[in-house]
T-cell receptor, first 114, second 110 residues
């Protein structure tokens, strides 16, 4: 049981290049999320998928697209990377248990855009 | 402007000391979660509180949700070097709207 996995772990891009960050979970959770973490800013939601086949914008969606490929997989794409997208990206999955939900994070992808 | 304000931003203490960190907001949350994050890893959920005034204990950690469900505190008794990390609070308003604070970075020196 691996939980939430992300690839790659590190990536360096040049301005204007594109890439896709991959995320998979094996906990059979319905909801999946993409966050970015910047110093002093906490975690900010980029996009989420409440269930297979649906996606919605979060707090900071500009410059990103997502695909919920199936229940397990949720990818994040940067079409034309910008230096402002230098950050650590975390994928998470979440499901409801009793009165509240539990959220599990992947190990993160550290992206640098030069 | 952070929806959730965490204080202090940084805290460095000696092993064996007690400490309290705070998470405050002007918004009411249906639930509040605390996470610990170690360098190079993702946040790990410690606890979820859902009822105003609720207190939960996890070994040496005590979590409290404010009566008005706008704030929370985390108290650590007899801190250990293994408690070192970034402590994040996150407030949930519904199943998908969860906002995180910027965190308190705790260092416990042996």
């Amino acid at each position: 049981n691996a939980g939430v996995t992300q690839t790659p772990k590190f990536q360096v891009l040049k301005t204007g290049q594109s890439m896709t960050l991959q995320c998979a979970q094996d906990m059979n959770h319905n909801s999946m999320y993409w966050y970015r973490q910047d110093p002093g800013m906490g975690l900010r939601l980029i996009y989420y998928s409440a269930s297979e086949g649906t996606t919605d914008k979060g707090e900071v969606p500009n410059g990103y697209n997502v695909s919920r490929l199936n229940k397990r997989e949720f990818s994040l794409r940067l079409e034309s990377a910008a230096p402002s997208q230098t950050s650590v990206y975390f994928c998470a999955s979440r499901d409801y248990f009793g009165q509240s939900y539990e959220q599990y994070f992947g190990p993160g992808t550290r992206l640098t855009v030069t | 402007t952070q929806l959730l304000e965490q204080s202090p931003q940084f805290l460095s203490i000696q092993e064996g000391e007690n400490l309290t960190v705070y998470c405050n907001s002007s918004s009411v949350f249906s639930s509040l979660q605390w996470y610990r994050q170690e360098p190079g890893e993702g946040p790990v959920l410690l606890v979820t509180v859902v009822t105003g005034g609720e207190v939960k204990k996890l070994k040496r950690l005590t979590f409290q949700f404010g009566d008005a469900r706008k704030d929370s505190s985390l108290h650590i008794t007899a801190a250990q070097p293994g408690d070192t990390g970034l402590y994040l609070c996150a407030g949930g308003s519904n199943n998908n709207d969860m906002r995180f604070g910027a965190g308190t970075r705790l260092t416990v020196k042996p």
